[in-house]
């Protein structure tokens, strides 16, 4: 046991000697956080509009300034015909044109309908959407205004209530795939590697020699980063208690032994790549190239997955992430307790023996 | 120039002898590209509900009829009881649940008001609130329809009507792979230079070999240059192979704009992006440090270029981190070229920055790489 | 001592890393053809002095001067007129023994003919001419280890610099690495070898003792031998080095 444990401090020297290492482990969760804590969201803002007025008249002049007093937009006016608009588009600058044909307000009183016409810049089909359904709702709100003398029979009137997350911030939802995203990639890339090195270099030989069970060479090669990623998941946790305003509904207990087993189910992994690579260039591509991107989509968290086509609904099943980042949802925000969450927890147990298992097995027979 | 021609040749031959790391970095973007574009779908739809019924009266079911026919709106359970919908809520089978209270068709008939009941899991802030939008349009359609029956003649007729013509240029169909293709297309060049280029060079440095070519007479910025066209030549051809293979065959996505403007841009950005994986390695003194800041550096890139999350939605400080990553610029180059059919003249601006970018990160690189050996 | 005609001469180069002095003031000379022995303890400042010499690190002070060329001002010279081999194995291990030899040889300017006529040559004297399309990583250390050297002399330079060639090799193969040392010798090509292994100190004209950064000793095997009344290499280096401060890296 002294052994293992002169090992397992010879690992944690390694990292912490390295401050670029270090920024591995603790910059990337900390940028993670803070830019989706802050930066990214999903909802469109300060777009920029043209709106070109042919009318000029009392109606257009009002719903113009209610566009331009909405903060999703920017507004300007300009006068464009349907090529100047093309060109507008092609600039990439402006999104969304709203154009009011001349007499609008002497058609929208005499002959009761009046056409306002929206082109949107949809190339990005999200933004597009977005800003076309914000413009409409704020026409509809002027018609309601015309309408507001009448008063109307048989209304049906919704009482609304935002459970789990009432100010819809985006960090509700960014945290927990923020932590499924970092310890997924941060665990698998530094077992991986760090055991790939040591083949590489060659010192792996000198520990397989050395009187010390092989398999014990390779724990202790994972051990230190077991801690490293607590202590991640601490200062991800911490970051968003503490400067995002997001408490812990749920019990700290169970996300801590949560986490731990999502840990193991990553280092698992790990294990596995550094055991059919043989050089580290190739072990880090795979997990750069390979993870950032899918693990990032099939997580879940920032492109539902029940949006996905079937086949690709069914491929993120094999994300361990997929399910880490569902109890983390229901332990943390919902407050939920275990009875929610032994499904998924049963999948990332499974999941952990089963690489474990390979991973060992493919060890000992490259040993032979 | 002769050393050169060998430093070349050395490249090419090692590049193509480890098919591991060809097959890694050729087909793995491509795969990427296949699958990434379809799952990276902002789209709402596919919304789950659970209907809480005390009704049961014609409008009850008229009602939740109405809410299914379009097809946003998935039915997961029907029933009488609030808990027991809620019991669906927290395990995420539903994201909206709809009570109609008891006595529901009578109130509205006789006191010409009634009450409807919504709770929205807001978890993911922008589906609740889109899913709630989709779902108080219904109501307000199924709302109008009673109030037809009921008043045959309604005043509703006589009331001013505006009317919103809608046009999506580019896209008419909204189809958002169309979108993401090439943004995805760009970050994964992106990743293939940066990483190729920097582990490359440190690995030099690792094994020691690197020692042996500072004792040779080769200049040092033929040993640079030596490493850098390889990459170039890669970096242009994955890309091709992502602009003609996937997105066109696949994604029948046809480049509307100049393809000289789009492949002039990317000459230069490469070159800006091998800068960065040059200068990654000058900092580096083996792999695993190669890899940390290569992984930092694309992590950020990636987030901050507005290929998921619009950058005019980020506040200024974060704007002025996505107007100082390369990866931004060739994004919306892209996009721009390729769906919008825009020329050089709509890319100059870009063009200079990135030309800018290219000579600042090379030129930091082999002033970083002089100082240090 | 110090001769400004010698093909290695260095008169008081030190090298400072900030307040550490890794090699301090040192002054000798080697002659055409002969091979001169580096030795010293781990951190003694072998490597530091011989990285001064091949115009891999500037000096902090002193002069020092390479088949002419001056290290400060001259180093591109210098470069082409040296060899190096290095303790970390310096081939491309991913590169073929021809491709290697070729890479080497074309950048030190040899033209394709020439190149040709050299890699036959090569491949026979080391009779790894059925290898010649092996990966380097294929080949046992020993081979690779000749291999390295023979490609460091490919281009014929006037001095050649061997840092601790033959580590982890067995007894015979670093007595055949020891053969190929003095033919090249035989061609008046001047070798400067730092090493570890007494018994290869012995094989050297003359020995220049490093220890802390100074030269403690410099003169032949034998004139040693008999100033320290040793019987072997070894014990004339355990006597030296005991006075040596720093510890091993």
Request: glycine letters at 6%; one cysteine or more.
């Amino acid at each position: 046991m002294k052994r293992f444990f002169a090992f397992v401090r010879k690992e944690f020297h390694h990292v912490f000697r390295d401050p670029k290492t270090m920024l591995l482990l603790f910059g990337v969760p900390v940028a993670q956080i803070l830019l989706f804590g802050f930066a990214l969201t999903n909802e469109i803002k300060n777009a920029h509009i043209i709106i070109t007025d042919n009318a000029q008249d009392i109606a257009s002049k009002q719903i113009a300034a209610k566009l331009a007093a909405n903060t999703n937009f920017i507004t300007h006016q300009k006068q464009l015909n349907p090529q100047q608009i093309e060109e507008t588009f092609r600039q990439g600058k402006v999104k969304l044109v709203v154009i009011f044909p001349p007499n609008f307000n002497h058609d929208l009183l005499h002959l009761q309908k009046a056409q306002v016409q929206i082109i949107a810049d949809a190339s990005d089909p999200n933004t597009a959407n977005t800003l076309t359904t914000y413009a409409t709702a704020i026409i509809m709100d002027y018609q309601k205004q015309l309408w507001q003398n009448t008063n109307l029979p048989l209304s049906i009137h919704t009482d609304m209530r935002m459970i789990y997350n009432p100010e819809l911030k985006g960090i509700t939802n960014f945290v927990p795939g923020v932590m499924a995203l970092v310890l997924m990639l941060i665990c698998v890339l530094m077992t991986s590697v760090s055991i790939v090195r040591e083949k590489e270099l060659g010192t792996m030989e000198v520990l397989l020699v050395s009187p010390f069970n092989a398999v014990l060479v390779v724990i202790s090669k994972a051990v230190p980063y077991f801690f490293l990623s607590l202590v991640n998941l601490t200062v991800i946790l911490l970051l968003s208690v503490l400067v995002m305003g997001m408490p812990v509904a749920g019990s700290w207990v169970l996300l801590y032994a949560i986490s731990a087993l999502f840990i193991l189910t990553a280092l698992s992994l790990g294990l596995l790549i550094s055991n059919v690579t043989n050089s580290q260039q190739t072990a880090m591509l795979i997990s750069l190239m390979g993870m950032l991107l899918p693990t990032l989509i099939f997580t879940g968290f920032m492109f539902p997955i029940e949006n996905m086509p079937l086949p690709l609904q069914v491929m993120s099943n094999i994300f361990p992430s997929k399910w880490y980042y569902i109890i983390v949802k229901n332990v943390m925000i919902k407050g939920l307790g275990f009875t929610a969450i032994w499904k998924e927890t049963l999948i990332l147990l499974t999941a952990t023996l089963l690489l474990m298992t390979i991973s060992i097995a493919k060890f000992k027979t490259r040993l032979a | 120039m002769r050393a050169l021609k060998f430093l070349l040749q050395k490249e090419f031959r090692q590049i193509f002898r480890n098919t591991t790391i060809l097959r890694v970095i050729l087909i793995m973007p491509v795969i990427q590209l296949i699958i990434m574009p379809l799952a990276a779908d902002y789209e709402i739809k596919n919304i789950n509900i659970s209907v809480v019924d005390h009704d049961h009266s014609a409008y009850s079911r008229q009602l939740t009829d109405k809410i299914l026919a379009p097809g946003y709106f998935k039915l997961n359970d029907y029933g009488t009881s609030y808990p027991n919908a809620f019991g669906q809520f927290q395990k995420d089978r539903s994201d909206l649940i709809l009570e109609i209270p008891a006595q529901f068709e009578k109130t509205l008939v006789k006191e010409n008001q009634a009450n409807l009941f919504m709770a929205v899991n807001a978890i993911n802030g922008v589906k609740a609130l889109v899913g709630s939008a989709y779902l108080n349009r219904i109501i307000a359609d199924f709302n109008a329809q009673i109030r037809a029956n009921w008043i045959p003649n309604p005043q509703t007729g006589t009331l001013p009507q505006i009317e919103i013509a809608t046009l999506n240029r580019f896209n008419p169909t909204l189809n958002y792979p169309f979108f993401m293709v090439p943004g995805i297309l760009v970050v994964l060049v992106t990743m293939v230079g940066v990483y190729m280029c920097s582990l490359n060079i440190v690995k030099e440095k690792e094994v020691g070999t690197i020692e042996q070519i500072n004792v040779t007479p080769i200049k040092k910025y033929h040993f640079i240059l030596g490493k850098l066209i390889p990459f170039w030549v890669i970096g242009m051809f994955v890309f091709s192979l992502g602009l003609f293979g996937v997105a066109r065959l696949l994604y029948l996505i046809v480049p509307t704009g100049s393809l000289v403007a789009l492949y002039g841009f990317l000459a230069v950005y490469l070159v800006a992006v091998l800068g960065i994986g040059l200068l990654i390695s000058t900092y580096s003194a083996n792999q695993q440090q190669a890899m940390s800041l290569a992984f930092f550096c694309m992590m950020i890139f990636m987030l901050m270029s507005g290929l998921f999350t619009p950058i005019n939605s980020m506040p200024n400080w974060a704007q002025v981190i996505a107007k100082l990553n390369p990866v931004t610029y060739f994004i919306e180059v892209t996009r721009m070229i390729v769906l919008k059919g825009s020329s050089f003249a709509h890319i100059q601006q870009q063009l200079l920055v990135i030309s800018a970018m290219a000579v600042f990160f090379n030129t930091w690189a082999i002033w970083n790489y002089r100082k240090t050996s | 001592m110090s001769n400004p005609q010698a093909v290695i001469w260095a008169d008081k180069l030190s090298k400072h890393f900030g307040e550490f002095v890794a090699v301090n003031q040192i002054s000798f000379s080697v002659q055409k053809g002969e091979i001169f022995g580096f030795l010293g303890a781990n951190g003694a400042g072998k490597t530091t002095a011989m990285r001064m010499l091949c115009g891999l690190l500037l000096p902090t002070s002193g002069s020092a001067a390479i088949a002419g060329y001056d290290v400060y001002t001259q180093t591109e010279q210098i470069k082409q007129n040296i060899g190096y081999m290095s303790q970390r194995f310096s081939l491309y291990e991913d590169l073929t023994v021809a491709e290697n030899i070729r890479f080497f040889g074309g950048i030190y300017g040899l033209p394709d003919k020439q190149l040709k006529l050299k890699t036959d040559e090569l491949l026979h004297t080391l009779q790894l001419h059925t290898e010649a399309k092996t990966l380097v990583s294929a080949l046992p250390l020993g081979w690779k280890q000749k291999l390295a050297f023979s490609v460091a002399i490919l281009h014929e330079p006037a001095i050649v610099f061997l840092d601790e060639p033959t580590g982890g090799v067995d007894p015979i193969t670093r007595r055949q690495f020891w053969d190929l040392i003095y033919a090249a010798a035989q061609q008046g090509i001047t070798l400067f070898v730092t090493t570890h292994y007494m018994d290869e100190a012995e094989y050297c004209n003359r020995i220049c003792m490093l220890v802390d950064g100074e030269i403690k000793a410099l003169d032949t095997p034998a004139n040693l031998k008999k100033q320290h009344q040793a019987q072997t290499m070894d014990d004339v280096f355990y006597h030296l080095a005991r006075t040596a401060k720093r510890t091993a890296d």
